[in-house]
Structure formats: structure tokens, C-alpha cells
């Protein structure tokens, strides 16, 4: 009720993803104990999480959880939530590794390391470089990799964009920041994720066109270059990718709400 006054979506969801942390239980016990007291604490602290999530701060952060692609991440203000519309870019991303036996892949701007370390689950032969601007960022993504028991085969590295890739890999994915500056909010759920998660600049595309001018340098010959993109930019990346890929066939693709959200193009081999 405190949620669904305050104007949050799924309200009851959310409580209830609240409550399950207060009591660090899951959905199961929690559905199974419906009848149990709760403890005059354990109420205290509910009511002090839902205060917060009432405020706007997103329940992910709350929590210092979200689930992606079917896994647990660790997320922390220092990174951005990752969005179910990125799935596809993995779900992409997995096919294109297993149809062309892709081994080197290199998730940049990788924030809690939600593409990398999904792909490193699912693709048990690959090798991943996870990159991040931020040493935060980094170190969130280090975590998820041990909680996964993937960091063995992922090299964690901070840096600008492609600068510490110290090899040309099969693949690169990234989601970098694509918002424009004058589009990022004060107020509301957003304003609580790191601005530099999202600031694209002027027109949301400087990281994109920055990661896409070194990219011929870092692409082994049969690459692929997978970006997600945010809406209405699809020709304006394509402009970019065509620009320092002339000869390469790019594609923009929809995501399920029909908004353009992924540029991929795969070199051939000369
Ligand atoms: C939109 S977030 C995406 C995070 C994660 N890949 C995901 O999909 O959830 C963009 C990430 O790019 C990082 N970033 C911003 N500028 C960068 C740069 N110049 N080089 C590398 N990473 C950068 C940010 O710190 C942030 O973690």
C-alpha cells in the first residue's frame, strides 16, 4: 500500500522483494511462512526500506541485487542497474559465439558485469576481457565474476574504452553510455545510477563513436561488433559504423518493445 501511493509500478512485487531481503528468505519459504510473525526489528528495518524505495531509490539498490539473464549480479550505486532489453545483446551475442566458435570476446564498459560474466556462464570455452572506466565498476564486476565462478577465465581491466585491450579479440560487445546529457534526470529512479553509466553527451553518442573509430584495430579479421543502442539512434550509428567500416554489413535490430536497441556488423575476412 505504501509503494502503490507513492506511484511505484509492481508495487506489491516490490514490497514483496523488500520483505524477503529484511527476512533473507525466498519466495518459497516466504509464501510457505505467510502466517509467521515478524520480529518488532525486522519490521522496523521493512518500514525503513520501504521509506527509502518510496523516496524513488530503486529497489535493486536496496537490495544490492538484480537478476540478469537468469543469474544473481551485485549491483551498488557505483554501477547501473543492468536492463532486461540488454538480454538480447547476450542472447545475440551467444549465438554469434557458438555459430562462428568465437573463443576472445571483450564486454567494454562493463559495470557490474552483467553481459560478461553471463556470457562467460553460458560459454564455458571462451576467455572474456570485462573493462570499465571506473575502478568501482571494475571491482563490482571482479565480484560477480568470483560469485559466478567465472573470474578464471575473465581478465578484469579499467580503463577508456578500447585503451587496455592488450590483444585484437573475436568479439566485442558493449553497452556504453547513450543517453543524451540534457535527457539525464535529477529526480526519479534514474538520477540515482551514476551519471557516467549514462551520459552519452550531446547527442548520446560520443562513447559509441569513440569505441567505434578503434574498433578496426582490436576486431580480429572475422569479427563482430555488437552495441546496444538507444532509441531512435539507429541511423545515426549506422552512419558512424559505416564511416570506419565501409565494406562491412551492418544491422540495427528491434527489441521486443519495437525500439531500435542493437547495431551489429561482422567483418569478412579480407
Ligand atoms: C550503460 S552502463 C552499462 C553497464 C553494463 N555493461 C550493463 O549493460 O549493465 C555503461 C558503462 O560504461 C562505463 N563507461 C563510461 N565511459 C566509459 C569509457 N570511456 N570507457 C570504458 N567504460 C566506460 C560506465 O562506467 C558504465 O559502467
Redesign the pocket.
Known amino acids: 500500500m505504501l509503494l502503490a501511493g507513492n506511484d511505484i509500478e509492481d508495487a506489491s512485487i516490490e514490497s514483496e522483494v523488500l520483505l524477503r531481503h529484511v527476512l533473507g528468505i525466498d519466495r518459497a519459504r516466504l509464501l510457505a511462512s505467510l502466517d509467521a510473525d515478524i520480529s518488532p526489528e525486522q519490521r522496523q528495518l521493512f518500514m525503513k526500506l520501504i521509506a527509502r524505495r518510496s523516496k524513488g531509490e530503486p529497489t535493486a539498490y536496496i537490495t544490492g541485487h538484480r537478476e540478469f539473464y537468469g543469474l544473481d549480479f551485485r549491483v551498488n550505486r557505483h554501477?547501473?542497474i543492468?536492463?532486461p532489453e540488454?538480454e538480447l545483446l547476450v542472447d545475440k551475442a551467444i549465438s554469434l559465439c557458438r555459430e562462428n566458435g568465437y573463443l576472445k570476446i571483450a564486454?567494454?564498459?562493463?559495470?557490474?558485469g552483467?553481459?560478461a560474466v553471463s556470457m562467460a556462464v553460458n560459454l564455458p570455452s571462451v576467455t572474456i576481457y570485462a573493462?570499465?572506466?571506473?575502478t568501482e565498476?571494475v571491482e563490482t564486476a571482479r565480484q560477480n565474476g568470483v560469485n559466478h565462478s567465472t573470474e578464471d577465465r575473465m581478465t578484469f581491466l579499467r580503463?577508456?574504452?578500447l585503451e587496455p585491450l592488450p590483444e585484437p579479440v573475436d568479439m566485442i560487445i558493449a553497452?556504453?553510455?547513450y543517453v543524451r546529457q540534457r535527457d539525464i534526470p535529477d529526480k526519479g529512479p534514474l538520477s540515482y545510477e551514476?551519471a557516467?553509466?549514462?551520459n552519452g553527451g550531446e547527442k548520446g553518442l560520443d562513447?559509441i563513436g569513440?569505441l567505434c573509430s578503434g574498433a578496426g584495430n582490436k576486431l580480429k579479421a572475422n569479427g563482430t561488433l555488437i552495441l546496444?543502442i538507444g532509441q531512435g539512434q539507429g541511423e545515426a550509428v549506422k552512419g558512424i559504423l559505416h564511416k570506419y567500416f565501409p565494406s562491412a554489413e551492418i544491422k540495427i535490430e528491434k527489441d521486443l518493445a519495437g525500439i531500435e536497441r542493437m547495431a551489429t556488423i561482422r567483418l569478412t575476412q579480407q
Request: net charge negative.
Open positions: 554501477v547501473l543492468p536492463r540488454t564486454d567494454i564498459g562493463t559495470g557490474c552483467a553481459i573493462t570499465d572506466i571506473y565498476a580503463g577508456d574504452l553497452n556504453l553510455p551514476p557516467e553509466a549514462l562513447k569513440g546496444e
